[in-house]
T-cell receptor
Framework: DAGITQSPRYKITETGRQVTLMCHQT?????MFWYRQDLGHGLRLIYY???????DKGEVPDGYVVSRSKTENFPLTLESATRSQTSVYFC???????????FGSGTRLTVV | QQQVKQSPQSLIVQKGGISIINCAYE??????FPWYQQFPGKGPALLIA?????SEKKEGRFTISFNKSAKQFSLHIMDSQPGDSATYFC???????????FGSGTRLLVRP
């Protein structure tokens, strides 16, 4: 099916563990983004990518790592999870010049 | 300078009424201003967007009003319906495909 998919949908992990959130899009969109959504803060950009092997930091990159070896995949890794990283994480993609992003359905991450 | 300030945080409107959500920005380099609608458990979806060369854009019951000199823009939902109950986010960027800076969101409840 065409679209943007995130996995897992829900994740509970312990403090200090490494966690990877997956994002896959089938459109070959050049731009991909990771946001976190927290009450009162809206959506804050963590990292973004303009193309394969090109990534850059957003507003809140600390504690996160991204990679983009293939255009369609943009995984987000929490190297050592902390409770402050409990959030809903959204991946999005966009074709250059096209209006607006398409968001995935999100991953709800709880760090205990 | 990168912030987008959104108000109110929550809004209750009677069915058939007008819902108004306001946003303000500082960065005069922003040239793309979208609004996103998010239902519980879903990712945000593009609702309507405007560029600063026009003062108003209307799509069905949804209208964006844009005031470039005041660096403000607003979303008006005419004849609000219970199905419009959702969280609305304003955003801004320097290009439609570039990284979006989001407001903190407005939770709208339309009472039947």
């Amino acid at each position: 099916d065409a679209g943007i998919t995130q996995s897992p949908r829900y994740k509970i992990t312990e403090t200090g563990r490494q966690v990877t959130l997956m994002c896959h899009q089938t459109w070959s969109h050049s731009y991909m983004f990771w946001y976190r959504q927290d009450l009162g803060h809206g959506l804050r950009l963590i990292y973004y990518s303009a193309a394969a092997d090109i990534t850059d930091k957003g507003e809140v990159p600390d504690g996160y790592v991204v990679s983009r070896s293939k255009t369609e995949n943009f995984p987000l890794t929490l190297e050592s999870a902390t409770r402050s990283q409990t959030s809903v994480y959204f991946c999005a993609s966009n074709r250059q010049g096209a209006p607006g992003y398409t968001f995935g359905s999100g991953t709800r991450l709880t760090v205990v | 300078q990168q912030q987008v300030k959104q108000s109110p945080q929550s809004l209750i409107v009677q069915k058939g009424g007008i819902s108004i959500i306001n946003c303000a920005y500082e960065n005069t380099a922003f040239d793309y201003f979208p609004w996103y609608q998010q239902f519980p458990g879903k990712g945000p979806a593009l609702l309507i967007a405007i560029r600063p060369d026009v003062s108003e854009k209307k799509e069905g019951r949804f209208t964006i009003s844009f005031n470039k000199s005041a660096k403000q823009f607003s979303l008006h939902i005419m004849d609000s319906q219970p199905g419009d109950s959702a969280t609305y986010f304003c955003a801004a960027s320097m290009d439609s495909s570039y990284k979006l800076i989001f407001g903190s969101g407005t939770r709208l409840l339309v009472r039947p």
